[in-house]
């Protein structure tokens, strides 16, 4: 825990004078806790409209971004001011992953490995781009439990052993750290879903037996159902949303393998770095993969050769697919295509990256001045590489408190163009609106003839209730974009609203009289079937961990 809080502390120590790194989704993120706050505020617990976003329109950005990383951002900002939340949030994070590869390098080398392991993992340079660069929060927190996914996978398809007994407690552990990583960052969730699909694909014929495929199959089956309740209403509504943008000009795979080059030079620039740090680590994981090769069956050996072929078929499929040649892949895979990214894979790459320094610094022939030296090199090159990155970044100190001052002042923030509920353009929203607006019908003339009395009497991310008092026909105009699972009620009736051409803003005809207007956002069938299917899985999970302490109380 002190290495992981030290290799921590230096990552993120430019902070303490430069401000904050704001990386490409710096403000995405953050504005998503100060959302999410703002509603554990009001009381709602598991927040899904966010309320504050196209400047207070709103979207169903919490529908589809996993939550771990959110809620976790937006309970950060109840302990320290808002200024530091980022930098709190990088330093646990990367305490996190140090000690979840400590925990991965104790069952494959002594204490000096499982150190060299949680460093190398801690402050690797792909966790350095995101940190630096990206900002990526929730892809970055995800990584974080990459070491204890890998080696949950690894006692489940037998390349670590583990007492028979205690097959259905990996299998369950197993389950819950790949539900945790898709509850996290869906990108790393696709990237999880393939590797360990690979993983066990390769150990089924390595080990020629279908053991390791048919409990790896179960596992992450039981971890898609545990994540149900988030992967369920996450599936089914993006018909509701233009998902589609997500794959815009600029995100596709296609234009993001490593060197690739479109007519933006910025997006150039950038990959270029990308690049360069996803060569680098393939270099650096080659040579110690090479340097740590299990020359014998000895059990002196720091890795067993059947899981060093496991770790070097990952980095093979890995720096693979971020090359231009396995385009194929990325259009015929599903979902694959939503990870935009091919250099995303370095994520997987991180791993055998520090599993390989680790082992060739602990085995026999490395030791004295030899291990010393690459302890030394290794250092000196992670050094480097974020020094590079430190220099060629942006750093703010403003973005916090001015998104802060816009939510305290009403004003709300962007939106995310494939969020967007469908049949809207949200660029043509405007920045400051009032909450409620009456305007004439459409066979009145242009202003309204008497005095409209308007009582808002409660206005929540996902409740709106009004009383609105007019003399004559009206509209009602309400800052809020149409969502089916919008319930808007007139007097207790339920009415659809109307949509006004480009944009989807809720807009309700009145008559005129005393009108009580009453708009939730209510439960979708989807909604509850995930969480049906999340229950029951649970449920499942709990049942195998009780038969399992069964059968180990009769044995022993």
Partial sequence: ????????????????????????????????????????????????????????????????????????????????????????????????????????????????????????????????????????????????????????????????????????????????????????????????????????????????????????????????????????????????????????????????????????????????????????????????????????????????????????ALSVTAAFLMLRISNIFWEALPKLRFVQFPWRWMSVLAIPFAVFISAAIVQKRARGYRAAAMIAAVLVILACTATYLVRHTWWDSEDVPVLLEALQNDEGFEGVDEYDPLGDDHSLLPEKLERVMVTPGPEAEAELKSPTEVTVECWTAERKEMRITTREPAVLKLRLLDYPAWRVEVNEAVVIPEQTGETVQITVPLANGSSHVLVRFIRTPDRTVGAVISGVSALIALLLILRSRTERSTVD
């Fill in 1 to 312: 825990m002190l290495l992981s809080l030290a290799t921590a502390l230096a990552i993120i120590s430019p902070f303490f004078w430069l401000g904050n790194a704001s990386g490409h989704d710096f403000s995405f993120h953050v504005a998503s806790w100060m959302d999410a706050a703002a509603q554990w505020h009001d009381g709602i617990l598991l927040p899904r409209w966010t309320d504050r976003a196209n400047h207070g329109f709103g979207e169903p950005r919490f529908i589809f971004y996993p939550p771990i990383s959110w809620m976790f951002g937006a309970a950060l900002g109840f302990v320290v001011p808002w200024i530091f939340v980022p930098a709190v949030f990088i330093a646990l994070t990367q305490i996190l992953a140090g000690m979840c590869a400590f925990a991965l390098g104790r069952r494959l080398f002594p204490t000096r490995g499982a150190l060299v392991c949680a460093v190398c993992y801690a402050a690797n340079p792909y966790a350095l781009l995101i940190v630096y660069m990206r900002s990526d929060f929730a892809e970055q927190l995800a990584l974080a439990f990459f070491p204890l996914l890998f080696l949950a996978s690894a006692v489940v398809s037998g390349l670590l052993d583990s007492p028979a007994r205690s097959g259905r407690r990996a299998i369950v552990f197993l389950a819950i750290m790949f539900a945790v990583v898709w509850l996290t960052n869906a990108p790393a969730g696709v990237v999880a879903s393939y590797s360990l699909a690979m993983l066990f694909a390769w150990t089924a014929v390595t080990n020629k037996s279908w053991r390791p495929w048919l409990h790896g199959t179960a596992a992450l089956a039981l971890g898609f159902g545990l994540a149900g309740f988030y992967l369920v209403p996450a599936a089914y509504e993006q018909r509701w949303v233009n998902i589609s943008l997500a794959l815009a000009s600029g995100l596709q795979p296609s234009q993001n393998f490593l060197y690739a080059v479109i007519t933006d030079a910025e997006h150039n620039a950038f990959n270029r770095i990308a690049s360069n740090t996803a060569v680098l680590m393939i270099a650096l994981t080659g040579i110690f993969a090479a340097l740590s090769f299990p020359r014998s069956r000895s059990t002196a050996q720091p890795l067993k050769k059947s899981l060093w072929g496991t770790l070097v």
